[in-house]
């Protein structure tokens, strides 16, 4: 298979996209498309600075890679779960670290779960029994991404979600009809209240695969082992099940996610009487929140 | 023969297929993995020539960017 611009051996084959391109050729669609949807989304502007939520996977290295080519005003954060389970957590970081060492002008900043509320995500999964692992990682996660964007008076979060990622959520709720998730997927989620951060997901037009073959056409050393909790993950099915449907029908999964978003938007689904949320604002941290007096994250560490 | 390497495996298997083909062989969903051969990356229509070795890297991430999933939307 050959490039389309040029001709040479193609490295990447895009079947969604009917287009192969060299290794060269693919780096520079590939950050060029990541500034159009940025763009298109209005995202963030070019004179914000952008706070990247990095776990030392692909796709947040990948977007921090992109970000920093790219010229925006970035920093990365880290979280230290406290994952043990084969070091994860420490082999993550340390990927993290290697990244920054690299001589691309990118600066991070860690916070420690541990240390800094005095129990890793495990630990506290296990004194929560009853609450699933993924769940309070993502709640803990949140949390602190969301305090870190605003303490640090950053316009937005970048988060390395991929369309794999999006369809694979997407199917998810469309499974269990979940109208309320159904209304606010999207590839950015706006601020809807002074402290709660605007999210953004610069990756989201991209398959999986593609953001895999740019970490390794630019030979970022990423974390390639699952999370250890992830094994048999439904989120994996899922990503499964959507693979065996592009391998039959090329551009299933794009057509899946895109089309929804197209759909919602001009037939106006799930956008019915719904409450809008009345965020105040957590007793204790001061973060948004539906709850009276504290939030999920307060509750869950017996803060008062 | 060729090699086919994933995830700490290796098959060997007969020249002249494409790299699609071996992908299957194995057993795997050529959506699902990317072909590395001599450290390059080569798209799955590469047809594997005798003493090739080529490696299968996974693409499909259960890493901690996952777990946001789990709850949509803050739970708050």
Same mark, same amino acid.
């Given at each position: ?15 969604? *996209? ?15 498309? #990541? ?51 084969? *070091? ?98 999207? &590839?950015?989620? &706006?601020?809807? *209240? ?33 999370? &250890? *909790? ?58 948004? #929140? ?15 | ?76």
């Amino acid at each position: 298979m050959k490039c389309r611009k040029c001709g040479g051996p193609a490295a990447v084959n895009m079947r969604q *996209h009917r287009l192969a391109l060299c290794g060269e050729h693919f780096t520079e669609w590939f950050i060029s498309r #990541t500034e159009r949807v940025i763009e298109q989304y209005g995202m963030f502007a070019p004179e914000d600075r952008v706070l990247v939520a990095v776990s030392g996977g692909k796709d947040s290295l990948a977007l921090w890679d992109v970000l920093l080519r790219l010229g925006y005003d970035v920093e990365a954060l880290y979280i230290n779960l406290g994952i043990a389970g084969q *070091h994860y957590s420490e082999e993550s970081k340390a990927r993290v670290e290697q990244f920054a060492s690299e001589g691309r002008g990118a600066g991070f900043q860690v916070v420690d779960v541990k240390q800094t509320y005095g129990r890793s995500v495990p630990e506290l999964a296990r004194e929560r029994r009853g609450r699933e692992m993924c769940s309070l990682c993502g709640l803990v996660k949140r949390h602190i991404m969301n305090r870190v964007t605003y303490e640090g008076g950053f316009a937005a979060v970048a988060t390395g979600h991929n369309l794999d990622d999006e369809a694979a959520v997407l199917f998810a709720n469309v499974l269990r009809w979940q109208t309320g998730y159904l209304a606010r997927q999207a &590839p950015v989620l &706006p601020s809807t *209240h002074p402290r709660l951060a605007r999210k953004a997901k610069p990756f989201s037009r991209f398959y999986e695969r593609d953001t895999a073959a740019y970490a390794i056409l630019q030979g970022i050393d990423y974390i390639y082992e699952e999370c &250890p *909790h992830s094994r048999g993950a439904t989120t994996i099915l899922y990503k499964e099940l959507l693979n065996r449907l592009e391998t039959r029908s090329r551009g299933a999964k794009q057509q899946f996610y895109l089309s929804f978003l197209k759909t919602r938007h001009e037939e106006g689904l799930f956008s019915g009487p719904r409450e809008e949320l009345d965020l105040g604002e957590c007793e204790n941290c001061g973060q948004p #929140t539906t709850a009276p007096g504290l939030c999920a994250f307060c509750r869950l560490w017996g803060m008062s | 023969m060729i090699k086919v390497v994933y995830r700490g495996k290796a098959w060997e298997l007969k020249a002249g297929m494409t790299a699609r083909a071996a992908i299957k062989k194995v057993g795997l969903d050529p959506e699902s993995v990317l072909v590395v051969r001599d450290g390059e990356l080569v798209t799955d229509d590469t047809i594997l020539k005798d003493g090739d070795e080529v490696r299968l890297i996974a693409v499909i991430s259960g890493g901690a960017e996952n777990c946001f999933h789990r709850k949509r939307y803050p739970e708050r």
